[in-house]
């Protein structure tokens, strides 16, 4: 059977879940969590996760970035100028320029500014990033961020910690028609069936954090992420029955005694 590879920036990756780096009660407890979801992808706060100080506990003692691939993340920034300055930073510290961008508008809801977005997009992808980019599930601003060159679009299923699943499936269901970079839900998963959804509507991976980090069982939790992300993944290329609003007999009637 061919391997379902997905493929971001020219990287190929087995796994179609990403996770997250924050939120867990330690490094050791994440550690686990990431082992066990067999995710290839880990995301990194770059002004929130301790990548430089050798003093204190390092990420890397704990996953090691010769085996998980690091997508260092503007997770806090509120403005352009400062998600710049932050991957600029990650790229002189370990060379990374494969990405996530998240230019956040308000505190409260942490929906994403589209236009800070958009700018930063465009003089990171002309600066040689490969920029995942973390959005609204607006098509139009999607389609400007795949033109502007983004590696991944990355809309959110639902406000960024809130768990409540995907809340507008046809916005998602047209970005698949349209989206021609790997389409990926990044925030709002609350549960495995959440992932199982996302992936059933044909986007190519689910990047989780609080879902499992904050979840009472932070391990099983991520468990079932996986079993849920490759479920969903194996469901939708399966391809779905046509929904009718009839009944229709699993047995033929020809023959019937």
């Known amino acids: 059977m061919k391997i379902d590879i997905l493929k971001i920036a020219n990287k190929k990756f087995k796994s179609r879940l990403i996770v997250g780096t924050g939120k867990y009660k330690s490094m050791k407890e994440c550690a686990k969590a990431i082992k066990i979801s067999g995710a290839e992808i880990v995301t990194v706060a770059v002004r929130r996760v301790n990548i430089v100080?050798?003093?204190?506990?390092?990420?890397?003692?704990?996953?090691?970035?010769?085996?998980?691939?690091?997508?260092?993340?503007?997770?806090g920034c509120f403005n352009s100028k400062d998600a710049l300055r932050t991957l600029r930073?990650?790229?002189?510290?370990?060379?990374?320029?494969?990405?996530?961008?998240?230019?956040?508008?308000?505190?409260?809801?942490?929906?994403?500014?589209?236009?800070?977005?958009?700018?930063?997009?465009?003089?990171?992808?002309?600066?040689?990033?490969?920029?995942?980019?973390?959005?609204?599930?607006?098509?139009?601003?999607?389609?400007?961020?795949?033109n502007s060159g983004a590696?991944?679009?990355?809309?959110?299923?639902?406000?960024?910690?809130?768990?409540?699943?995907?809340?507008?499936?046809?916005?998602?269901k047209i970005l698949r028609h349209q989206t021609k970079v790997p389409l990926i839900i990044d925030a709002g998963i609350g549960q495995a069936s959440d992932a199982v959804e996302a992936m059933e509507l044909g986007c190519d991976a689910v990047l989780i954090n609080t879902a499992i980090a904050q979840a009472k069982k932070p391990l099983q939790m991520a468990e079932a992420m996986k079993y849920g992300v490759?479920?969903?993944?194996?469901?939708?290329?399966?391809?779905?029955?046509?929904?009718?609003?009839?009944?229709?007999?699993?047995?033929?009637?020809?023959?019937?005694?």
């Not at 090691?64 to 997770?75: E, V």
């Not at 600066?127 to 609204?136: A, Q, R």
């Not at 290329?237 to 699993?250: C, D, E, V, W």
């Open 53 to 75: 100080d050798k003093s204190k506990p390092l990420l890397m003692d704990y996953i090691d970035p010769k085996k998980i691939t690091y997508l260092p993340n503007t997770a």
């Open 89 to 146: 930073l990650a790229r002189e510290i370990g060379g990374w320029k494969l990405v996530k961008l998240e230019v956040l508008g308000d505190k409260k809801n942490l929906f994403p500014d589209m236009i800070e977005t958009l700018k930063s997009t465009e003089v990171l992808t002309k600066e040689g990033f490969k920029v995942m980019v973390y959005c609204n599930d607006d098509p139009l601003m999607c389609k400007r961020l795949e």
């Open 151 to 172: 590696s991944a679009i990355m809309p959110l299923a639902a406000p960024i910690g809130s768990g409540l699943g995907i809340q507008n499936k046809t916005n998602i």
């Open 230 to 257: 490759i479920s969903g993944r194996k469901s939708f290329l399966s391809g779905r029955i046509i929904s009718k609003f009839a009944g229709s007999p699993s047995t033929p009637k020809k023959g019937l005694i």
